[in-house]
């Protein structure tokens, strides 16, 4: 019941701002229509030309995104957020449309192979405008939260959902109407974006470097750090499994277990149900020494479930394999990006994973590639234990390195450990915790030494790792804190000055953060966003009474 109330009041919150809720539920429609329509043309394809087919539909859709979606995002830099998510949207839509009506019409096979790599195209689009509007929209810390809440919501949910409605709609009226109602859907998200125009863009046309360098930069960074460039291609490597699932789901509904078109698209909601059980899973990661291990589990648990249903493929087995294949794929996503974190320099983290989605596609295409080619040569059951032995072989070359790399990774365990033990922090998930520990700064003080004074103004939070300190307000000693205690977050949370003045009592080790982390890490997780307001709240009530 208390979570019911809870996530009904995120809701709230998030409705009641029609800006956010205009951005959230066009949000929801793209990433329907991101998976929904995947579905619907591999299974179009299936129905034309069987598993060569379908790969060669994937394949045409990714190779445009693998060379142009890192341009395509850059562009959120230059122009206003709303603006380009609307008409990312409105192409999104249009493209989309060109396709059902192509299907509908019974157009050659050739004329829809043409249109859809331009609706895959503009799915490059929505999530970096995405991440520029939101702070322009909200007007509050709290509405902040309310949306990273429901966006995430939205962004796990869809692998769950869109491809189960792609299903029904399949059984319905075919490819041709699950990829009409997604148009309409993206339509409308186009149609709610343009009363939200965004913010300006952040730097002027001259300051501006050349897309071309940009891109050129994050390829750089990872050839010249062996980690990194292990990491970046164990993380697009997955993508082999994603793609090659995407048709290996057609085959097997359509050919193998008789459940018909629609199949692929309840297949592909089994993958996504256990990608959400594989999220919960993540929490085992915080402050974890050594997460290799879980890296390689989550691969091998995939693996094997493949090789199972290769074996012994029944309905009931293949929707209950998929979902292991979602939960292995999923600890194993989460588990590389956060070694990845711990291995790329701080400065080049951005460029690093900019590339990396470009690669992600990369991996897709060959997994699509691979299948139809396993199909061919040795049937269905083959491809399946094919695709198993392929990932159990790329765990068994790299182990070595990446138990090395995990050894020497830095992992600010101290840092981790503090924030943990402090109730604003604690709740943060595993990859949010660790990348806080990373921007601390120790700081050390001296007996009688002032921290910070009343009345100036709040550019940073302190956490105390050793030693106490004296909390004064107007002269008069208000409180001691110590090890695990923090201050300062009122200042940064209410965007006041100081209303107290910190001293040393003993020589003190604490570590400071910068406010744009702080916030950001507070307001964008409710459960510690309400420790915040409960902690600012009880201090300010403190003062007042004096």
């Known amino acids: 019941m208390a979570r019911a109330k809870t996530t009904a009041a995120v809701f709230g919150i998030a409705f009641r701002n029609r800006s956010l809720l205009r951005l959230e539920l066009a ?31 994937a394949v045409v859709q990714l190779v445009p995104s693998v060379l142009l979606a890192p341009f395509i995002g850059a562009l959120t830099d230059r122009r206003r957020a709303g603006r380009v998510l609307a008409v990312g949207y409105l192409l999104q839509a249009l493209a989309i449309g060109a ?57 796990s949910g869809s692998a769950l959902i869109a491809p189960a409605a792609t299903g029904v709609l399949i059984a319905l009226g075919g490819p041709a109407l699950s990829t009409g109602v997604f148009a309409v859907l993206c339509l409308g998200g186009a149609l709610a974006m343009l009363p939200l125009p965004g913010p300006l ?98 691969i091998v648990v995939a693996a094997l479930a493949l090789a199972v249903l290769g074996i012994w493929p029944t309905v009931v087995g293949a929707f209950l394999l998929f979902a292991v294949v979602g939960l292995g794929r999923t600890l194993f996503d989460v588990t590389g990006r956060i070694l990845l974190q711990r291995a790329a320099p701080p400065r080049t983290l951005a460029q690093v994973f900019a590339l990396l989605e470009s690669l992600m596609n990369v991996g897709l295409c060959i997994g699509v590639v691979l299948v139809p080619i396993l199909v061919a040569v040795s ?13 159990l072989a790329l765990v068994a070359a790299t182990w070595t390195k990446l138990r090395a790399l995990d050894a020497s990774a ?78 300062g977050e009122i200042a940064l949370l209410d965007e006041v000055p100081r209303t107290a003045t910190v001293v040393a009592a003993s020589r003190t080790q604490l570590y400071s953060l910068e406010k744009d982390p702080f916030v950001f890490a507070v307001t964008g997780h409710p459960a510690a966003e309400r420790a915040a307001g409960e902690l600012t709240t009880r201090r300010l009530e403190e003062l007042a009474s004096l």
Not at 40 to 56: D, F, M, N, P, Q
Not at 121 to 138: M, N, S, Y
Not at 139 to 149: I, M, Q
Not at 432 to 445: C, N, S
Request: hydrophobic letters at 55%.
């Open 27 to 57: 949000y929801s429609a793209f990433c329907g229509a991101e998976w929904g329509v995947w579905v619907s043309l591999v299974v179009y394809a299936y129905a034309r030309g069987g598993a060569t087919a379908s790969g060669a539909i």
């Open 99 to 155: 396709v059902a009506l192509a299907i509908a019409l019974h157009a050659p096979t050739a004329v829809v192979f043409c249109l859809a790599p331009l609706a895959y195209l503009t799915i490059a689009v929505p999530r970096p405008a995405q991440a520029a509007l939101l702070p322009w929209v909200v007007r509050s810390p709290t509405e902040l939260t309310a949306a990273n809440v429901v966006s995430g919501w939205v962004g």
């Open 201 to 298: 863009p952040a730097t002027d046309a001259q300051d501006r470097q050349p897309l071309f360098k940009q891109v050129g930069e994050a390829i750089r960074t990872v050839s010249r750090a062996p980690a990194v460039r292990l990491l970046v291609a164990l993380l697009a490597a997955q993508y082999v499994l994603v793609g090659a699932l995407d048709i290996l789901a057609a085959v097997l509904a359509i050919s193998v277990l008789g459940l018909g078109q629609s199949g692929t698209g309840y297949l592909n909601a089994a993958f996504g149900a256990g990608a959400v059980i594989g999220a919960s899973v993540t929490v085992l990661l915080v402050a974890r020494r050594r997460i290799a291990p879980l890296l390689a589990f989550g």
């Open 379 to 391: 049937g269905v059951r083959l491809a399946l234990l094919g695709t198993a032995a392929l990932f």
């Open 410 to 487: 830095d992992v600010p365990q101290v840092q981790i450990q503090l924030l943990a033990s402090i109730p604003m922090f604690a709740p943060l998930p595993a990859p949010a915790l660790e990348g806080l520990a990373r921007a601390l700064v120790p700081v050390t003080a001296e007996a009688g030494e002032v921290i910070m004074s009343e009345g100036e103004p709040g550019d940073r939070y302190f956490a105390i790792a050793d030693g106490e300190v004296l909390v004064s307000h107007a002269g008069r000693e208000v409180a001691r804190l110590k090890r695990g205690d923090g201050f």
